[in-house]
């Protein structure tokens, strides 16, 4: 059973940095999919970022976190990490990492497609 634990979440002001972790145990991280959603108060959740498996390895983002957020294995840690900079107030919300060991990558962004989940860490940006 795969089971995945989010840190890092916090307060920022605008243009700060936070790092967030989603620590993965139960399995090799190499065998999975690990994508980043968010969900802000009244909003849907939505995908963040993805990072596909070692044996194909493509990294996704989100049209409005490009050139600000980076995805990236911590190999040593079983990790995922979400390098969030400039971050801005549209960027507060809930983060979730989920796992999945297999997905298309066109449906990244489809919560649907992912079989386990972290319980989430908040970022809350503001002045």
């Known amino acids: 059973q795969v089971q995945l634990v989010e840190s890092g979440g916090g307060s920022v002001q605008p243009g700060g940095s936070l790092r967030l972790s989603c620590a993965v145990s139960?399995?090799?991280?190499?065998?999975?999919?690990i994508a980043w959603f968010r969900q802000a108060p009244g909003k849907e959740r939505e995908g963040v970022s993805c990072?596909?498996?070692?044996?194909?390895?493509?990294?996704l983002y989100k049209d409005s976190v490009k050139g600000r957020f980076t995805i990236s294995r911590d190999n040593a840690k079983n990790a995922i990490i979400l390098q969030m900079n400039n971050l801005r107030p549209e960027d507060t919300a809930v983060y979730f990492c989920?796992?999945?060991?297999?997905?298309?990558?066109?449906?990244?962004?489809?919560?649907?497609?992912?079989?386990?989940w972290g319980q989430g860490t908040r970022v809350t940006v503001s002045p």
């Open positions: 989920a796992a999945t060991a297999s997905l298309w990558t066109d449906k990244w962004r489809d919560a649907a497609e992912y079989n386990y």
């Open positions: 139960g399995s090799t991280l190499d065998w999975y999919n």
């Open positions: 990072i596909t498996t070692s044996k194909d390895p493509t990294t």
